[in-house]
């Protein structure tokens, strides 16, 4: 059974840092690509950075700079970094992994709030 387990999230002030963990269960994160995403209240989800299994990263544009992706293979767990956090990062962020050749993430986390205030 693959288990995704997100922690770190909060309320922060505009400014601050957080740093999200996702630790999996399940599955060894280094054959697999794995992503974070966000949904803000009344938006649709969307993509946020992404860790490949070819170790290749990507950060949506608008989050360059500001976030970073990792991985720590002997914890088989990814982190998503957040630094200059805004308001408009408020959201419930999920970790997700996709299995090799799926074109969509099969196994999700049950979320994360992250509030920043202004």
């Known amino acids: 059974q693959v288990q995704l387990v997100e922690s770190g999230g909060g309320l922060v002030q505009a400014g601050g840092s957080l740093r999200l963990s996702c630790t999996v269960s399940?599955?060894?994160?280094?054959?697999?690509?794995t992503g974070w995403f966000r949904q803000a209240p009344g938006k649709e989800r969307e993509f946020v950075a992404r860790?490949?299994?070819?170790?290749?990263?990507t950060v949506t544009d608008s989050m360059k700079g500001r976030f970073t992706i990792s991985r720590d293979n002997a914890r088989n767990t990814m982190y998503l970094q957040m630094n200059m956090l805004k308001p408009e990062d408020t959201a419930v962020y999920y970790c997700?992994?996709?299995?090799?050749?799926?074109?969509?993430?099969?196994?999700w986390g049950q979320g994360i709030q992250v509030t920043v205030s202004s």
């Open positions: 997700a992994l996709k299995d090799p050749g799926s074109i969509n993430y099969n196994y």
């Open positions: 399940g599955r060894t994160i280094s054959g697999y690509t």
């Open positions: 860790f490949m299994r070819t170790g290749i990263t």
